[in-house]
């Protein structure tokens, strides 16, 4: 159906100006000053929408989600189908998932299994193939992908010792190939070796809940990730993505490097705009649940509410490039138990056979947050910490063009038809209660932000209307990457 939106605000990464726009099929094909594109000289078919007071945008691209994940004894709680249902109401159109292999599995059936879950959704995707081992069988496997199935990322993890962390030799093997191929490397930056002796010793010393998560991976921690991972960029040449950055001297390091040559970009993720380490220190003794904290365990972990307003800054001095999620939902009554079983619950003993004492190493790590991160960004341009340009250059547009998207993320002709119609003064506020992610809470219960997407539409189709999906939704397809 075409489709002509009217009387908008047209908002870019570099524009702010009104007019209207015309997209046939799956294309955006005109740009008009208002007023100029008569639908009289347009097909009958045309659906006609009045954008007046509303912000039109690229849809929104989430660089960093988890949604097919097996991790720390469990799986995340969203599927495709819940979790890009969440996307889209949050007007992000496209999100990008990080395939994670364990060590002995193979990258191409990783990613022929990420790649077949991922088309049960309902937006577009596509991914970061996650290294977690090298080897020379790995090593053509990655090649394969590259070259037969467009895949332009990698990701590693420096962190999540015996698991997914990988080893300064294939830390270097995968920047030299990345290298080699032109593709960019996202890395998980915190010292392993750190991390592990720091949790041996809080645990030894009975410092076992979700409180001591934060303190066991401090900023020193996460700073030395980001300047050893810079380091094998330079080495290697290659170039870079640090993923969740969550403090001030992890974006100065990159920073660093940058003014030396290091083509290294970096994100930070909505938690840690929105929240501080206090949440999760929350518990019985400040009135919520014995165990409220582990909701709030990621990693790296929440920090003070002064990183919090460095990266506010960060963002709106262009240190800080992308904003995702790291959407990794994990039930609050089973799936973070898991790391401070309440004995009396039949349901912690179903995850905690044993009985196992409470271990904050133990908990899920992870927060939901597909569906509201352009909504809570938003609330910095309503306070005047971000200017229109940059949420949209940090939603959308900055991921669009570091990872190839190169049908996405832009309001011009020949771009795909998705679009966020955004009204900025209707208020929402968050609950578990109503949120579309299959998660039993929200980090971010009773928030209101000023703002919410009330049309979305996704390569010309409409899928959210009246800030709601629509019945009919088709599958998403893979985003092409170039
Ligand atoms: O705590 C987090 N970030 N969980 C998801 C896995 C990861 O490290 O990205
Ligand atoms: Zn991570
Ligand atoms: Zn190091
Ligand atoms: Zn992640």
Redesign the pocket.
Known sequence: MPLLIQNARLVTATSDQPGDLYAEGDKITTLAAPGKLDPADLPKSTTVIDAAGKLLMPGFIDP?V?IH?P?MGTFAKDDHPTASRAALVGGTTTYLE?VCPSRDEQPLEAYELWRDKAATGVCDYGFHIGVTRFDDDVEQQLRTLVADHGQRSFKV?L??KGAFGVTDDELYNVCKLAAELGVIVTA?CENAELVAANQAALLAAGKVGPEWHEPSRPVSVETEGVHHFCTFLEMTGATGYI??TSCRDAVEIAMDFRARGVNVAVETVIPYLTLDDTYAQRNASTGHDAFEGAKY???PPIRGVEHQHYLWHALAAGHVHTLGT?H?PFDFATQKHIGCPDASKAVDAQFNPLGEPSDFTRIP???PSIEHRADLLYQGVADGRITLQQFVAQVSTNAADLFGLHTKGHLAPGYDADLVLYDPDAPKTISAQTHHMATDYSGFEGVTHPGHATHVFLRGRAVVEDGKLVDELSPGQAAPRG
């Open positions: 960093h988890h994940l991790f990080m993890f962190a999540y998980h993923v969740h365990v990621m990693s790291d990794a790590n992870g927060i």
